[in-house]
Antibody
């Protein structure tokens, strides 16, 4: 069974940093592109970043480019999102997802990040 | 990267069919057959319902179907059921990025 479990969310002050993790199991992690998506309270979904199966290619949405960094450790079946210079509008539930054919086939349960002073 | 445009809400009675539109541009929806649709119930993670414009993942009911014409993709739910009441989002590949739709709340009357 495919499982994706995010962790690392919490309360952080504006300008601060946070590192999210996504632990994958039930599939061959190193075979798949992975993605981060977020959803602000009461709002829609927003694509943030995705990373190639071997980590060699990474792409970012305009709202996080230069502030967020996606990475992965295939030896530990883990995906990461390093978030710097956090702003109030980064408050959201952050999801990791496994992609195939440019669609998000499996999602984690999400982790809440709250940016507030 | 402007969000794809969806109607804010669509409603229908049980057994009826409804269609949700998703309008983009010739840089995203119109350029690729790579539109996907997601269902999200309150406080739950989204679930993939359609990929590649019209393909259904294993386990998704055949009541859900997708199509595309030009820059507009559509999701049709036939034989509407109470459990279909949820938010629905489209998503399109756009070259090196992805863009989601604004979301549609489906209400079963």
């Amino acid at each position: 069974e495919v499982q994706l479990v995010e962790s690392g969310g919490g309360l952080v002050q504006p300008g601060g940093s946070l590192r999210l993790s996504c632990a994958a199991s039930g599939f061959s992690f190193s075979d798949y592109w992975m993605m981060w998506v977020r959803q602000a309270p009461g709002k829609g979904l927003e694509w943030l970043a995705n990373i190639k199966y071997d980590g060699s290619d990474k792409y970012y949405g305009d709202s996080v480019k230069g502030r967020f960094t996606v990475s992965r450790d295939n030896t530990k079946n883990s995906l990461f999102l390093e978030m710097d210079r956090l702003r109030d509008d980064d408050t959201a539930v952050y999801y990791c997802a496994r992609t195939n054919s440019h669609a998000l086939f499996f999602w984690g349960q999400g982790t809440l990040v709250t940016v507030s002073s | 990267q402007s969000a794809l445009t969806q109607p804010a809400s669509v409603s229908g009675s049980p057994g009826q069919s409804i269609t949700i539109s998703c309008t983009g541009t010739n840089s995203d929806v119109g350029a690729y057959y790579l539109v996907s649709w997601y269902q999200q119930h309150p406080d739950k993670a989204p679930k993939l319902m359609i990929f590649g414009v019209s393909d259904r993942p294993s386990g998704v009911s055949s009541r859900f179907s997708g199509s595309k014409s030009g820059n507009t993709a559509s999701l049709t739910i036939s034989g509407l059921q109470a459990e279909d009441e949820a938010d629905y989002y489209c998503c399109s590949f756009a070259g090196t990025s992805y863009v989601f739709g604004t979301g549609t709340k489906v209400t079963v009357l």
